[in-house]
């Protein structure tokens, strides 16, 4: 069993135009930069996009905004970027907002077969327009379907060639969950190794739900808020 | 006041309600500040909702790593114990009331809780990220804001105008003028400020302010 | 034949099904027998319910470790590439459909895919375990069984007598006598054991079956 | 921030007869043996536990009930005690039998905020007697709620003064997710690491979760089923 595939754009190379694609990250961080490329290289249109963010101008899903390429994106926040104002206001591009917890869980609902679940997040808000409220123990509670998707595209720190993944520090985020979520989950690891290469205890994605697995190359990881302190 | 001296005020009377061994998430702009004045010999462990509890403070210059970052996109570093998970843990954490203290910023406090803060008028909507899932789970949930709008309109009103981002969610509020607590009677002011009269903060006030009997100058005003 | 005959023969069958690269839970007792007759050249992936992906065979014997067991409370080993998780993650891969094929025991089944096989009559009630889980959710559903009760009775059914752990689930049924499929018409047998015949094989069974035009003789027998 | 406690029998102290105990473990492997044990020796009554097997006659949980000190045991699975059988037999013991995943999932729920979500598991079977069922996209599911505890016990690996957990192979189990759950979580570990000393990363149980925390000691760890291969 190997699921390595030898490029970022044989693995993505079946993404049809019109595929509902999750993309890990939170804002650029933990960005699975080789598959987005890519998917934008691919030049597949009408794709709907569910990712915390929206990249930024020149960054991430920002580029295949600005390509034309999505028809609808599904996210938390999309506040790092001027080309999705413009096609959000214009019309061209449709747009979802959720609360970020409802997002992930929702996610989380579609990997664990889970088709409904009760959330408090939203009561009473414009989420909560078109959607069922219930009381549980004398509280309110909005009623959120799963959310799955077509392809996910994952970025891991390490991974194996069964398909095993770890992560490192914050670019974890969306990451496992999408991993879950997805008819066919590609991951792009900074290290490949020998099933048997990470530690069997902490081991975050087993290897069941990664179809895929590519080695990536030349991480650029930018920094959107570069914050430091005096030493 | 300076702006930059009211969110000092603010941020400092927040930080004196932390406890030792308290969890807190800390939203962004105003409320981070609340990490730089944690009082001496306690311990405050901060969660970030991108998946880190044990935030600690922004590194030392040439130590960024963009693999750790805080929920405001900003470069953090890591202390001893801290823990990194996904993101539906992270609001699996959130939602199930983990969290024992939340300081988030506000556009609108009505008198009854309800909290307005995602939607800026009239400007495009950027979307309400964590914010909806912390204010309706967080066990205590702070309010750091300047009592007034740059036009010096007042921001705790008797209804919120702006869309809401929880309903009957704020415990507390901190402005540069004084401290407040939502009371199922309405909006007690607790603490005043020492450069304010009670008249002074009713008039910068919409909602009807119910004096403590106790009412006490700020610390730190 | 003797009772470990028979089951032997169904493990083997059913080992035919895997796949290179199938990830499948092997329910306690005879479907366990299955892991041993993996075909040359593949590579299955076990899961076992309590929280292991990758589950290797017994230990070497002084290689037991308390800490590394099956769902069976087996002493097993592991693989280079297994993972271990908490058990509401093992069931989220299981009720997520995750896992391609699942093998269980049967006490009995109803032609339209009921399955009854966690309480044994007139003993106490020891509970389901993950039982309603996996039938309810893998992919595929093989039920390994002999095909009579001790008795004689029959097991394949047109309606089941017992409580049922879950309603319309069973896809493949193998017993000792053949290779069952049930479908919307009724149940299909596709391959019948050498040393029985259909005849012998319809009076071993109260559903009526279908003989499949394409009948097959069972590999292995 | 120091949560350690010097003794399993002052963790436990504050248990009081009727409460709702959760406790972790699949068999007799992962289980909180010290606490147990803690818990028997301070003589409790009238509780209710919930743990995924009922131990043996000799052995874990089993010691408890064998003492009459369990009012109702919240469980999947029973089969490997006799004490167990008698007493459920003769009514003295009050039964809930789950199945495994909505067993483990109620939990989650519990601790992540979620009153109810809808589960295929145990549609049509005498689970879903009294329950809501409802049809999402063309296939019936249960409506189940969460499970909470006034205290869970669990055992880890090692873990930290913080709370930090990590866990040892399929002894991590249902610990985890019990941690989440309860208004009190006490655990126990075989190795108690100071802040920084667990690898960031590969936490499994953050410290937020746990308010106790005990160094176990002569750990026996049993074997329900050995079982070898030949050389």
């Known amino acids: 069993m190997d699921k390595t595939v030898a490029s970022a754009a044989a693995a993505v190379a079946d993404i049809p135009n019109g595929a509902t694609v999750m993309i890990g990250g939170f804002g650029l961080c933990g960005n699975p930069e080789n598959l987005i490329t890519a998917l934008f290289e691919l030049g597949r249109r009408n794709l709907t996009i569910i990712s915390n963010n929206a990249g930024t101008d020149h960054e991430g899903i920002g580029v295949m905004l600005a390509a034309g390429q999505i028809k609808k994106m599904i996210s938390t926040y999309v506040g790092e970027n001027a080309i999705f104002e413009e096609k959000a206001r214009s019309g061209e591009l449709e747009t979802e907002l959720l609360p970020q917890g409802t997002f992930a869980e929702r996610i989380r609902a579609a990997g664990a077969g889970i088709p409904a679940f009760f959330t408090p997040a939203g009561v009473g808000t414009v989420v909560a327009e078109g959607k069922e409220t219930r009381e549980f123990d004398g509280r309110v509670y909005l009623m959120e379907r799963w959310l799955k998707a077509d392809f996910a595209l994952v970025k891991a720190f390490r991974g194996d060639r069964w398909g095993n993944l770890t992560y490192r520090k914050t670019a974890r985020n969306f990451n496992p969950v999408m991993a879950t979520a997805a008819h066919v989950t590609i991951a792009e690891v900074e290290e490949l190794l020998p099933p048997g290469g990470l530690d069997a205890d902490s081991i975050v994605t087993p290897a069941i739900y990664v179809h895929r697995i590519v080695l990536g190359a030349g991480y650029r990881k930018p920094i959107e808020r570069r914050t430091v302190r005096k030493g | ?221």
């Open chain 2, 1 to 221: 006041m300076t702006e930059q001296e009211k969110r000092i005020r603010i941020a400092r009377r927040i930080a004196l309600e932390l406890r030792d061994g308290h969890f807190v998430n800390l939203g962004i702009g105003l409320p981070t500040l609340v990490a730089n004045y944690v009082p001496e010999g306690i311990e405050v462990v901060l969660q970030s909702e991108n998946g880190m509890l044990g935030v600690g403070p922004y590194p030392l210059e040439g130590e960024e790593d963009a693999d750790l970052i805080n929920a405001g996109k900003e470069t953090v570093s890591e202390l001893p114990g801290t823990s990194y998970f996904d993101s539906a843990s992270s609001f699996a954490m959130i939602r199930g009331g983990h969290i024992e203290m939340a300081v988030m910023g506000g556009m609108e406090v009505a008198e009854n809780g309800d909290l307005a803060n995602w939607i800026v008028p009239g400007k495009i909507i950027k979307g309400m990220g964590g914010a909806m899932d912390l204010v309706a789970t967080a066990r205590q949930l702070y309010i750091a804001m300047e009592h007034t709008t740059r036009a010096g309109k007042p921001k705790i009103l008797h209804r919120c105008n702006l869309p809401l981002t929880g309903v009957g969610v704020v415990d507390t509020i901190v402005t540069e003028m004084g401290f407040f607590r939502v009371t199922p009677q309405g909006i007690v002011i607790e603490e005043i400020a020492r450069d304010f009269t009670p008249e002074q903060v009713q008039a910068a006030t919409e909602a009807m302010l119910i004096v403590s009997p106790q009412l006490r100058p700020m610390p730190g005003t």
